[in-house]
């Protein structure tokens, strides 16, 4: 990630700039096209894991998709 937005789901979170996602609910995350795709409106409001590498070390933290306003 290159930003995090104030009040944002990934704020909520806690990712940071910086942060690489490698896996989103389970599934491999290899580029923002990937997690687009996987950013369905299904998943809005259902708590997912993700992976994500962080200074090198590999973290998995919960995140709640929701719609941008």
Same mark, same amino acid.
């Given at each position: 990630?290159?930003?995090?937005? *104030?009040?944002?789901?990934?704020?909520?979170?806690?990712?940071?700039?910086?942060?690489?996602?490698?896996?989103?609910?389970?599934?491999?995350?290899?580029?923002?096209?990937?997690?687009?795709?996987?950013?369905? *409106?299904?998943?809005?409001?259902?708590?997912?894991?993700?992976?994500?590498?962080?200074?090198?070390?590999?973290?998995?933290?919960?995140?709640?998709?929701?719609?941008?306003?």
């Amino acid at each position: 990630m290159t930003a995090v937005s *104030e009040g944002s789901a990934a704020a909520e979170a806690q990712l940071r700039p910086g942060d690489l996602i490698v896996e989103f609910a389970g599934e491999a995350v290899r580029g923002l096209d990937d997690l687009h795709r996987l950013l369905t *409106e299904d998943r809005i409001g259902e708590l997912l894991p993700i992976k994500i590498i962080r200074r090198g070390e590999l973290r998995r933290i919960l995140v709640t998709p929701r719609e941008i306003s």
